[in-house]
């Protein structure tokens, strides 16, 4: 059974950072499949963060409102992908999911094209 389980979350301060990660079961992020992270804020629709293609190449993307501060990459080794988190904002506030399209190429942050998602972790930035 495909499974993906996040961790890391918490509570931070504005500029602090946190790790995010994704473990993986059931499939092999070897495998070539492109992954995600996606947020939700409360009363907001759910967005793309950040994506990294499949393959060896690990291509990846971010949206215009964390790049330069959040970085995503994955262990194939261990399974597992993370979401580094710095100089964060209160506008970073948010459940964040985890999610695989299960394609190989050109990594997507639509969450209408994702196939499995985990069940997410709370991100709370305040003072």
């Known amino acids: 059974q495909l499974q993906l389980v996040e961790s890391g979350g918490g509570l931070v301060h504005p500029g602090g950072s946190l790790r995010l990660s994704c473990a993986a079961s059931?499939?092999?992020?070897?495998?070539?499949?492109?992954m995600a992270w996606f947020r939700q804020a409360p009363g907001k629709e759910r967005e793309g963060v950040a994506c990294?293609?499949?393959?060896?190449?690990?291509?990846?993307r971010y949206a215009d409102s964390v790049k330069g501060r959040f970085t995503i990459s994955r262990d194939n080794v261990n399974n597992t992908m993370y979401l580094q988190m710095n100089s964060l904002k209160p506008e970073d506030t948010g459940v964040y999911y985890c999610?695989?399209?299960?394609?190989?190429?050109?990594?997507?942050?639509?969450?209408?094209?994702?196939?499995?998602w985990g069940k997410g972790i709370l991100v709370t930035v305040s003072s």
């Open positions: 990294i293609d499949g393959g060896t190449r690990q291509t990846t």
């Open positions: 059931g499939f092999s992020l070897a495998n070539s499949n492109n």
């Open positions: 999610a695989t399209d299960r394609k190989f190429g050109r990594c997507s942050m639509a969450p209408s094209v994702m196939d499995y």
